[in-house]
């Protein structure tokens, strides 16, 4: 991942000395994985912003072209950027955001079977075509929360296979080791599942959305190094996350600066363990001290 930002000077009496922090996430150079550089802005004024997005209207469309819902930024952290959204400084000033790479087709098309078996908890969460990510667990999704509108990450696994069924079971047992693993986790340190729906086809797991990046991204950012006080910061907030996890009998078995989220790009940012597909629930009370799976990244497997 890399990250960019700069300054860009505006000149208006009503706007502040530090006003909008905009930064951008892109996960791979070119574009063959399909997701598009992640845009977020964050409100750092003394006056307040608000991010606007299109909404549907009975009425005919104002003389803009569209009906724009604004709601304030102030004290929310990042929001992630949608083509078309607009972000208003003062009444007289206003930013529009325009996304130049097209999205892939995606999931959330109406005639999906993906997208009717979301319905059933669409009342209670959104999930867009906004692909955050891609890995060998599952697709990543920007969601939303419907009733506290808090943008969201949604995890959906394919969990249907042809093969016969007990490796089929054995599959799904794999498949749902993750939400059955964090299930009962609770830290700040560690990503938090908010909510799971199964169907006949996906596992949908909805989790917090964490808008600074990963902990790859955060030290390019950096100019590819961190200093010692930064990173004893982060290093301690892992080891938290691991001494809750091994007194939980949980072990990750895929530490990589990859799976190390960043809430945001400061010093003091929170930094959140996440992806929990190779986890391992092994109580002590059972006498299994050891594991004997060859799993995680070959790049960060010990020697």
Known sequence: MLTWSSDFVLRDPKISNRHLRVHCIVFEEGHDSGIPPLVYAEDVSSNGS??????????PPGPQGLDYCYKSMRGKGAFLLFHGDKLKLTSQFVLTFHSLIPLRPSFAGPNSATWQEAQQFSSRYGITDRPLGVGGHGSVYAALDIK??????CKIIDIRT???EHKRQDRLVKLFREFEVLRGVDHPNIIRLEKVFTSSNNLFIFQELMTGGDLFSYIEFKGGKLEDVQSAVILQQVLKALEFLHNMDIVHRDLKPD?????SLSD????????????RHVPAAEGKQRMFSMVGTLEYAAP
Do not use: C, W
């Not at 608000?50 to 009425?59: E, N, R, T």
């Not at 003091?268 to 986890?279: C, K, M, Q, Y």
């Open 50 to 59: 608000y991010h606007g997005q299109p909404v549907p209207s009975a009425s």
């Open 259 to 263: 799976n190390i989220l960043m809430t």
């Open 162 to 164: 042809p093969e016969k």
């Open 148 to 153: 506290s509108e808090r943008q969201m990450a």
């Open 268 to 279: 003091s940012a929170r930094v959140v363990l996440t992806d929990f597909g190779n986890a």
